[in-house]
C-alpha cells in the first residue's frame, strides 16, 4: 500500500506578524514548526505500516526551508519527503495549494491513501484536504477520529461531524483528514534521526507538473481568493470589581442590573 501524508509547515503562531498590505502571513517572522494535526496524519499512516506493508510518502508545499519538516517526517517513521516548491506557487490561496498538490501526488504515481490534518493552526479552513479528494477526484472522509476496519479494498472510519459520529466506509484510494483524537504523535527515535540526517528530499517544481497544471494555476493568477484587508481583533480587559462583607446590598443590586442589562433577568 501506498500512503501519502500532507504536511504543512506552519509558523509559531504567538509570534508571527502579519503583512497587512498584501493580505498574507508575513512568514519571516517567526520561527516554523508542523502543523499539529499532520503530526496526528503521519502517525496514522506510520501506524498502518507497521501493520501492513506499506510506504508512506511525506507531502509538503512550501519554501526551501519546509525541507526541515519533512526529515523530522522521516525522523517520526516516514519513509521519505517530497518538497513542492516553486517561487511561482506564492500567494496561491486553498484552491491553487491544493491543486498543485493534487498534482504532485499525480506525478509520484499509484497511491492508496491521501492523509491530511483536519486543519491548519495558522489558515486554519480545513479545505485543502477535501479540495486535493475533488481534485484527484477520489471520495474522501473528514474529521477521522478512529480507523476501526481495514482490508485490501477499503476501510471503515468514525467520522466526527458536527454532534454525530459517522460509521462510512470508503473504497481505496480515497483521503481522509484526521483529528487529534485518532492517536498521540511519537516522538522521533534516533535510529530514524539518522536516517532522516542522511536522506534526499525530492523536489518537484512547476515544470516538473506541467502536465497537470500551468502558471495560470497557480500563485495569485489561480487564486480565485482575495484577500481584501487583514485586522486583529482588540480583545478588551476583563474588568473586575471587589466587594467586601459590609457591602453586599451593593453587590447584590450591582449584580441584579448587570443580568438585566444582558437579559439574563427580566424583572
Ligand atoms: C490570496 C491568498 C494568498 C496567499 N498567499 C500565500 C503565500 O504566499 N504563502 C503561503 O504560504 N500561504 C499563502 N496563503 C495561504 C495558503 O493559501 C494556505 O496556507 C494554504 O492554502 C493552506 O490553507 P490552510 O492553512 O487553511 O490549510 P487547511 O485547509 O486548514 O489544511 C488542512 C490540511 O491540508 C494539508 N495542507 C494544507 N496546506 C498544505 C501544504 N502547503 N502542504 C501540504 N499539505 C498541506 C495539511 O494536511 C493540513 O492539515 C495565501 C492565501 C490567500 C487566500
Known amino acids: 500500500m501506498d500512503i501519502i501524508v500532507l504536511v504543512k509547515q506552519v509558523p509559531d503562531m504567538e509570534k508571527v506578524k502579519f503583512d497587512r498590505e498584501k493580505g498574507v ?16 496524519a503521519l502517525e496514522t499512516a506510520v501506524q498502518i505500516a507497521e501493520n501492513i506493508d506499506a510506504r508512506v510518502t511525506a507531502v509538503s508545499m512550501g519554501p526551501p526551508n519546509t525541507e526541515s519538516a519533512l526529515k523530522e517526517c522521516i525522523a517520526r517513521g516516514a519513509h521519505e519527503g517530497v518538497l513542492v516548491s516553486d ?8 484552491k491553487a495549494t491544493s491543486k498543485i498538490l493534487a498534482s504532485a501526488i499525480k506525478k509520484l504515481g499509484a497511491y492508496d491513501l491521501v492523509i491530511a490534518g483536519e486543519k491548519t493552526v495558522d489558515g486554519d479552513t480545513g479545505q485543502v484536504g477535501p ?26 472510519v468514525h467520522s ?29 527515535s534516533f535510529k530514524n534521526k539518522m536516517k532522516a540526517r542522511k536522506a534526499e528530499i525530492k523536489i518537484l517544481k ?4 506541467e502536465e497537470f497544471l500551468n502558471e495560470d494555476n497557480v500563485g495569485f493568477k ?8 487583514i485586522e486583529i481583533p482588540q480583545i478588551e480587559k476583563r474588568q473586575g470589581k471587589i466587594y467586601r462583607e459590609s457591602d453586599t446590598v451593593e453587590a447584590e443590586n450591582e449584580l441584579i442590573n ?10
Open 258 to 267: 448587570i443580568f438585566k442589562k444582558i437579559k439574563v433577568l427580566e424583572v
Open 160 to 188: 466526527e461531524i458536527w454532534e454525530g459520529t459517522y460509521l462510512k466506509s470508503i473504497k481505496f484510494p480515497c483521503l481522509i483528514t484526521v483529528t487529534k483524537d485518532i492517536n498521540h504523535p511519537r516522538l522521533p
Open 131 to 156: 479540495e486535493v479528494a475533488e481534485f484527484l477526484n477520489i471520495p474522501h472522509a473528514s474529521y477521522v477520529s478512529k480507523i476501526t476496519e481495514m482490508n485490501k479494498d477499503s476501510m471503515e
Open 87 to 94: 517561487r511561482k506557487f506564492g500567494g496561491s490561496d486553498t
Open 222 to 229: 489561480g487564486s480565485p481568493t482575495k484577500v481584501k484587508k
Open 25 to 40: 502571513v508575513d512568514r519571516t517572522s517567526a520561527s516554523a514548526e508542523i502543523n499539529p494535526f499532520d503530526l496526528n
Open 206 to 209: 512547476l515544470e516538473d507538473l
